[in-house]
């Protein structure tokens, strides 16, 4: 009887000092504040974006996961793979014209972690993107709150890949810092 209720107390308090830690959002080995989805960014995050331009000139940002039916975790890396100044340029390119190809012609649905393309709007068919390397300023609190689009919280973006099909639309993602 006596080890039973030592057992008792011990997970009890192995409970408190768990609701402690995610309370106060503290780990303390081997207790975790089971924060991870939770965490509030106080501070600028970088990532990249994918700017789609149409027919008509109107601009689409994005993030690389509904450019490439892959999951989140992985567009990314594989648009930085891909379009990266170290890679081949002649494949890049090709891979740029199929990726137009496939937003324009043969959308997807989201999927568990895929998420679903984005698709033209009313200006026609996206006829080019820049790929940009970007900070985003999530520590706003009124930014987190209202209904806003990436392009709120974008502070800085730095070109890394530009495509057109149409080589003298060249250079039409450049007017936003």
Same mark, same amino acid.
């Given at each position: !009887?006596? =080890?039973?209720? @030592?057992?008792?107390?011990?997970?009890?308090?192995?409970v408190?000092?768990?609701?402690?830690?995610? &309370?106060?959002?503290?780990?303390?080995?081997?207790?975790? =504040?089971?924060?991870?989805? =939770?965490?509030r960014?106080?501070? #600028?995050?970088?990532? !990249?974006?994918?700017?789609?331009?149409d027919?008509?000139?109107?601009?689409v940002?994005?993030?690389?996961?509904? *450019?490439?039916?892959?999951a989140?975790?992985?567009?990314?890396? !594989?648009? @930085?793979?891909i379009?990266?100044?170290?890679?081949?340029?002649?494949? =890049?390119?090709?891979?740029?014209?199929?990726?137009?190809?496939?937003l324009?012609?043969?959308?997807?649905?989201?999927?568990?972690?895929?998420?679903p393309? *984005?698709?033209?709007?009313? +200006? +026609?068919?996206f006829?080019?993107?820049? &790929?940009?390397?970007?900070?985003?300023?999530? %520590?706003?609190?009124s930014r987190?709150d209202?209904?806003? %689009?990436?392009?709120?919280? #974008?502070?800085?973006?730095?070109?890394?890949?530009?495509?057109?099909?149409?080589?003298?639309?060249? +250079? %039409?993602?450049d007017?936003?810092?």
């Amino acid at each position: !009887m006596q =080890a039973q209720f @030592i057992l008792l107390c011990a997970f009890f308090a192995c409970v408190l000092v768990q609701v402690w830690c995610s &309370l106060l959002n503290k780990n303390i080995w081997p207790f975790v =504040a089971q924060g991870m989805f =939770a965490y509030r960014y106080d501070r #600028l995050i970088k990532c !990249m974006l994918v700017s789609l331009f149409d027919e008509a000139g109107n601009e689409v940002i994005v993030l690389p996961e509904r *450019v490439l039916p892959v999951a989140s975790f992985r567009a990314q890396r !594989m648009m @930085i793979q891909i379009f990266s100044p170290d890679s081949n340029q002649f494949a =890049a390119e090709q891979f740029a014209e199929l990726l137009l190809s496939r937003l324009n012609h043969s959308p997807w649905k989201g999927f568990d972690e895929i998420e679903p393309s *984005v698709r033209p709007g009313k +200006g +026609g068919d996206f006829v080019g993107f820049s &790929l940009y390397a970007c900070e985003l300023d999530l %520590g706003l609190g009124s930014r987190l709150d209202r209904n806003v %689009g990436v392009e709120d919280a #974008l502070v800085t973006r730095n070109l890394l890949y530009e495509y057109f099909s149409n080589p003298a639309l060249l +250079g %039409g993602g450049d007017s936003r810092p």
